[in-house]
Structure formats: C-alpha cells, structure tokens
C-alpha cells in the first residue's frame, strides 16, 4: 500500500479531511461507491485503501497543502479552510454541501454592538484562527483592529479579557451561548467542497472528471430528497 | 549545478538548432518599463532607486524585457526575431514555502510571425525542448485567452460579472464562477450551466468538436483560433502531446489568443508557460505579432530527478 503512494500514475490519492468533516465525508464517498469500511474502523493508519483510490486523512486545514503541492490530487475540505489558505493554488470543483457552518463575529452577551465599542476606543481587539479572513473582513470595511492569533478554544479570550471579540466558525452556536457569546455580524458561510491539484486536473482528468461528476450528483439527489 | 548546468545546455542547444539566438538583458529594468508590457498587473515585487532617485525593479520574466530591447536595438532590423534565453527572474514569495525568489527561466520569443504558424513554431520547439531534457511525458496544455470573455459577452453578461468570474476562473475557484453567474442575474439557467460545463472541457480534438456550435458569434471566433492552432500544430505531427483546455486563463496581463501552460505528472505545479501576446510590442513602439514559452529550470529538475532521467539523454535512466 505504501508503494502506491508513490507510484506515479498509481491509484488517485484523495485528502479525507479529520475532524467534523469526517462523518459526512466518508458517508457521502459511501453513496457515489468508494469502499470506506477501512477509513471508518479505529485503525490509527493514515491512509486507507478506498478501492479505486487510496484515502489519505489529515487535519482540514492541510488539505490544501498536500493538494496544491501534488501529493494529494484531490482533496476535501471546508472552504473557510480555502479561503484562509487562499495563495495555495487548487482547483475548486464541486460543493458538497456537507458540513454547513458560518464564519462571524461575537461578543459577550450584554457588551455594547462591535460598531459602538469601535466609535467610542477608535479599535477593537480580535481573536481568531483565521487570521486571513478577518483581516480582509475588516480591512474591506476600513475598521481598525489588533488581530491576536490563537490556536483553539478561542471563545476563551474575551471571557478573560484577552480580546473585545472573536472571528470564529459555528455550526450550531451551542459553544458560543454556553460561553457566554452571541453573534454580531456574520462575515461568511462554508461548506465541503471537492479540490484538485492544479496538475492532477489535466493530466489525471477523466479520474478527476468522473469522481467530480459522481460527486456532484449524489449531492444534487441528496439535495432532491 | 551541474545538473542544472545540463539542463540549461539542452535547451540552449535545442533553441540554437531550432534558429533562436541567445541574448541577455539587464536584472534590473526601470519599473516603467516593466509595467508599461504588464499592463497593470501587480508588476515586480522588488523595487529600490538609483543614484538620481528613479525607481528601478528586478524582472519578474524575460517576456517583457526582451520586448523592450527588440523595441530598442532590432527596430531596423527585418522580422521575424527568434531569440531565447536563460536568465534567472524574481517574484514574490509566501515564506516558508518553498518557494524561490530567484528562479530560472529557460525560453524562447518569436517576434514577427503571427497567428497559427507561429503558435504551432513554438508548440514544436517546446515539445523539442521537453524531449532534450528527457521529459518526454510532459503535455503541453493550450488555451485560448479571449474564449471566457467572449463567451459571457455573448450570453448578455456585463462587466463587472465578466471581471468577477475571471478573477474566480484564474483563481480556478469553479464553484465561485457559478455562483457569481447565479448572483449576477444576468444569464439564463441554460447559459450558466453551458459556460460551467465549457470551461470544464480539455482533452484532444474532441473538445472542439463538444463546444462548436455553442455560444455566440464572439465564442465561436475564439474557438475557431484556437481551432486554427490545434489544426497547425497537428499539422506537425504533435496533437498528441497537447490538452485543448477551454478553462484556461493565465494570470499574467499580456495574453492575446493562445495560450500555454507545462505539466507533468511529478511535479504539483506547472513546469512551463507561454502563449502569444499579438499587443505586447505595441506597447513598446513596433508593431509586431509576438509569441513564446519559458520553462521553470528548477522544476524541470525536479520532475528529471522524480522520473530519473537526464538532460540530453532522451529518456534514458540516469544510472
């Protein structure tokens, strides 16, 4: 199997995005053919052999890494995640629809709007992990922010005072309102989408094709039902 | 080095048989300059004074400096111009990447012999080139570069959604042209899944054969150019080693009709690119059709050692 990996010309090689994508992903490789029972059992291996092509797991935000670099010549990965990401050049197929979620900002619940805290200290104080997509949020908008960077639980640092807000992504909101936040502005929506490797596209192209086609079609009857 | 030295040496030797002379041009060019070929687009990213304050910028490609010295020192001198280089240029890079600031380019430009025929003059060399240097797999994408405009123009679209899709469709973002086509309400149903479906489309003879007939008046004069270099550069024996690609679009400013992009399967970026840029020497004062390629010399390295083969050995192994 790990030959495969190798082979140039070998089997597809398909990033599988870890994490909250994962269900949904291995569920809808599941309808369009793609043998899953491996990905899905406790096996701590990376990569698992899907039949006609080989699944490689990985966090969400290295998608685009291994598919804009060739070692992966299709991915699948939130587009939050490719918008943060968005110098890595992949080929953005279909949308999966999987994994629906929203980017936004939020405050403490009872704090004064974003806009009045900005017109009353001239600057706000940000956490976010999506340090991209914030800065274009607010740059577009010309408001003045100190961006600070952190790496998880970030619902944690207006709680303690390390930011006025925060830029994050939800899907359901129960972590914000469990810790005290709420939504102020809504700065985009993500869903799953397919990717290719700019190369793979071309020269892997009925591959590509055919699994886009396959994909974008159990999407389009799941979204009928 | 050496290794690269053999590569540079192939492909040298390979534009000297195919009658293109050597030249060389400055590092640093006036920014002027630089951005009067580029027309507009983001330009060096390298810039710095000299000692009476003008502002200077290292190349970004050997296209438009080669334009400037054509325009400069062969105004008098009877086209067609066939000159090649290798030269190193510099870009912008994301640290930590990877990638290189400095780089080397390996290419050739046609001046003065327009449409088809000359296309298809440097589709050959190209295949020449990749063949000298052992990559024998590699496959040359062609594109068109008017096809997408055209195609929105002729199904009603205005500008701003124009602009917008191909900002998207070089960014390869194709779930994001659909939807601006979706959002600009400008398109029926029927135009905005043929368009997506269109610029999906690369593969042989074939491709040409699935889109004619579609579209507009605007659309099919694009196809039919590039229906005129596909025909010309078949004519030579090479319809096998190029991909018609109806969704490419190159980011670069200076494309009119054809255009080129390098792959191959070992390596996830493109190993090359050109096209024709008919306009680019009129922007420098001489009216001349104009077309080249360049090749990316690291990475010609990098797929020679993935494949194991070297420059001048037509494919063979390396041990």
């Given at each position: 199997?790990?030959?495969?990996?190798?082979?140039?010309?070998?089997?597809?090689?398909l990033a599988v995005p870890r994490g909250a994508l994962l269900g949904e992903t291995l569920d809808l490789l599941d309808r369009v053919g793609i043998d899953t029972a491996e990905a899905r059992g406790?096996s701590?291996?990376?990569?698992f052999?899907g039949?006609?092509l080989?699944l490689?797991t990985?966090?969400?935000?290295?998608?685009?890494?291994?598919?804009?670099?060739?070692?992966?010549?299709?991915?699948i990965?939130?587009?939050?995640?490719?918008?943060?990401?968005?110098?890595?050049?992949?080929?953005?197929?279909?949308?999966l629809?999987i994994g629906?979620?929203?980017?936004?900002?939020?405050?403490?619940?009872?704090?004064?709007?974003?806009?009045?805290?900005?017109?009353?200290?001239?600057?706000?104080?940000?956490?976010?992990?999506?340090?991209?997509?914030?800065?274009?949020?607010?740059?577009?908008?010309?408001?003045?922010?100190?961006?600070?960077?952190?790496?998880?639980?970030?619902?944690?640092?207006?709680?303690?005072?390390?930011?006025?807000?925060?830029?994050?992504?939800?899907?359901?909101?129960?972590?914000?309102?469990?810790?005290?936040?709420?939504?102020?502005?809504?700065?985009?929506?993500?869903?799953g989408?397919?990717?290719?490797?700019?190369?793979?596209?071309?020269?892997?192209?009925?591959?590509?094709?055919?699994?886009?086609?396959?994909l974008?079609?159990a999407?389009?009857?799941?979204?009928?039902? | 080095?050496?290794?690269?030295?053999?590569?540079?040496?192939?492909?040298?030797?390979?534009?000297?048989?195919?009658?293109?002379?050597?030249?060389?041009?400055?590092?640093?060019?006036?920014?002027?300059?630089?951005?009067?070929?580029?027309?507009?687009?983001?330009?060096?990213?390298?810039?710095?004074?000299?000692?009476?304050?003008?502002?200077?910028?290292?190349?970004?490609?050997?296209?438009?400096?080669?334009?400037?010295?054509?325009?400069?020192?062969?105004?008098?001198?009877?086209?067609?111009?066939?000159?090649?280089?290798?030269?190193?240029?510099?870009?912008?890079?994301?640290?930590?990447?990877?990638?290189?600031?400095?780089?080397?380019?390996?290419?050739?430009?046609?001046?003065?012999?327009?449409?088809?025929?000359?296309?298809?003059?440097?589709?050959?060399?190209?295949?020449?080139?990749?063949?000298?240097?052992?990559?024998?797999?590699?496959?040359?994408?062609?594109?068109?570069?008017?096809?997408?405009?055209?195609?929105?123009?002729?199904?009603?679209?205005?500008?701003?959604?124009?602009?917008?899709?191909?900002?998207?469709?070089?960014?390869?973002?194709?779930?994001?042209?659909?939807?601006?086509?979706?959002?600009?309400?400008?398109?029926?149903?029927?135009?905005?899944?043929?368009?997506?479906?269109?610029?999906?489309?690369?593969?042989?003879?074939?491709?040409?054969?699935?889109?004619?007939?579609?579209?507009?008046?605007?659309?099919?004069?694009?196809?039919?150019?590039?229906?005129?270099?596909?025909?010309?550069?078949?004519?030579?024996?090479?319809?096998?080693?190029?991909?018609?690609?109806?969704?490419?679009?190159?980011?670069?400013?200076?494309?009119?009709?054809?255009?080129?992009?390098?792959?191959?399967?070992?390596?996830?970026?493109?190993?090359?690119?050109?096209?024709?840029?008919?306009?680019?020497?009129?922007?420098?004062?001489?009216?001349?059709?104009?077309?080249?390629?360049?090749?990316?010399?690291?990475?010609?390295?990098?797929?020679?050692?993935?494949?194991?083969?070297?420059?001048?050995?037509?494919?063979?192994?390396?041990?």
């Amino acid at each position: 199997m790990f030959d495969e990996l190798r082979r140039t010309g070998g089997k597809l090689k398909l990033a599988v995005p870890r994490g909250a994508l994962l269900g949904e992903t291995l569920d809808l490789l599941d309808r369009v053919g793609i043998d899953t029972a491996e990905a899905r059992g406790g096996s701590r291996s990376l990569v698992f052999d899907g039949g006609e092509l080989m699944l490689i797991t990985m966090r969400p935000s290295d998608v685009p890494t291994y598919v804009s670099a060739g070692a992966a010549d299709v991915g699948i990965t939130g587009k939050d995640v490719l918008l943060e990401q968005s110098d890595r050049p992949v080929y953005e197929l279909v949308d999966l629809g999987i994994g629906p979620c929203r980017m936004v900002l939020a405050t403490q619940k009872g704090d004064i709007a974003p806009s009045e805290h900005q017109r009353r200290l001239g600057m706000m104080k940000i956490a976010t992990k999506y340090k991209r997509i914030a800065e274009e949020y607010f740059a577009e908008q010309g408001r003045q922010v100190e961006l600070v960077e952190v790496k998880g639980s970030i619902e944690l640092a207006p709680l303690v005072g390390l930011a006025d807000g925060i830029v994050d992504l939800v899907a359901t909101g129960r972590t914000l309102a469990e810790n005290n936040l709420e939504v102020r502005e809504e700065i985009l929506s993500s869903t799953g989408r397919l990717v290719a490797n700019r190369v793979s596209y071309r020269i892997r192209r009925e591959e590509v094709d055919d699994l886009a086609g396959r994909l974008r079609e159990a999407v389009r009857t799941a979204g009928e039902s | 080095m050496r290794e690269l030295r053999a590569i540079e040496a192939a492909l040298i030797g390979t534009f000297e048989q195919g009658g293109f002379r050597e030249v060389r041009t400055p590092t640093l060019e006036y920014a002027d300059a630089l951005e009067l070929g580029d027309g507009g687009s983001s330009g060096s990213a390298y810039r710095f004074f000299d000692e009476r304050g003008e502002l200077l910028a290292l190349r970004t490609d050997m296209t438009i400096p080669i334009a400037r010295l054509v325009a400069d020192r062969f105004r008098d001198v009877e086209p067609p111009h066939r000159l090649s280089y290798v030269a190193n240029a510099y870009r912008a890079v994301t640290p930590q990447r990877g990638e290189l600031r400095e780089f080397g380019q390996a290419g050739i430009e046609l001046i003065g012999v327009a449409g088809p025929e000359g296309t298809a003059e440097v589709v050959e060399l190209l295949d020449r080139s990749l063949t000298a240097v052992g990559l024998t797999d590699a496959v040359i994408g062609l594109g068109e570069d008017g096809l997408w405009t055209a195609l929105l123009q002729d199904a009603g679209a205005g500008p701003e959604t124009i602009d917008r899709s191909s900002e998207l469709l070089v960014a390869h973002d194709l779930v994001g042209v659909e939807r601006v086509l979706v959002e600009s309400d400008e398109l029926d149903a029927g135009a905005i899944s043929q368009a997506t479906d269109l610029i999906q489309l690369r593969g042989g003879g074939e491709v040409l054969e699935k889109a004619r007939g579609l579209g507009g008046e605007g659309f099919a004069d694009a196809l039919a150019s590039l229906t005129r270099n596909f025909e010309e550069i078949s004519a030579r024996g090479l319809e096998r080693k190029v991909l018609i690609d109806l969704g490419m679009l190159r980011e670069i400013g200076y494309y009119s009709g054809a255009t080129i992009e390098v792959y191959d399967e070992t390596v996830g970026d493109i190993i090359g690119g050109g096209g024709r840029y008919d306009d680019l020497m009129n922007r420098f004062g001489l009216d001349l059709p104009a077309a080249g390629f360049t090749l990316y010399v690291e990475r010609i390295h990098k797929a020679q050692l993935e494949r194991g083969v070297a420059a001048g050995s037509g494919g063979d192994s390396v041990r």
